[in-house]
């Protein structure tokens, strides 16, 4: 156990880790919705994501909002883009209701989507 030195204000104890030891992150950073169909999702975020880690995403579309789990298909890096590198990251549904599905299915029908014209 390390001992307070001076100058040390927090309130509790920490160890020191001897070795490797290795633990995750995760923001909450809304990224936008790139297309969108029943079986995934393309986004655009600030940091990149490794290939095939899964997560749970907080998805929110017009009038439906649900947590899916996606596999994390493929990271495409968009150079040159105004506030610095950003990242096309293709997620494919692992887990996801099936009223979550049914509507995003309709919303693909109508061609109102996150990412498209008109």
Do not use: C
Request: proline share 7%; glycine share 12%; no cysteine.
């Amino acid at each position: 156990m390390k001992t307070r030195t001076l100058g040390d204000r927090r309130a509790t104890v920490r160890f020191d880790v001897a070795g490797e030891v290795w633990g995750s992150v995760e923001t909450h950073e809304p990224v936008p919705i790139r297309n969108i169909g029943r079986g995934g999702m393309l986004v655009e975020a600030p940091q990149p994501l490794k290939p095939d880690q899964v997560l749970s995403i907080h998805v929110l579309l017009p009038g439906h909002e649900s947590i899916v789990e996606g596999q994390v298909r493929h990271v495409t890096t968009i150079h040159g883009a105004p506030s610095g590198n950003r990242y096309l990251i293709g997620f494919k549904f692992v887990t996801i209701e099936s009223n979550t599905s049914e509507y995003i299915a309709r919303l693909v029908a109508a061609g109102d989507h996150p990412g498209s014209e008109g």
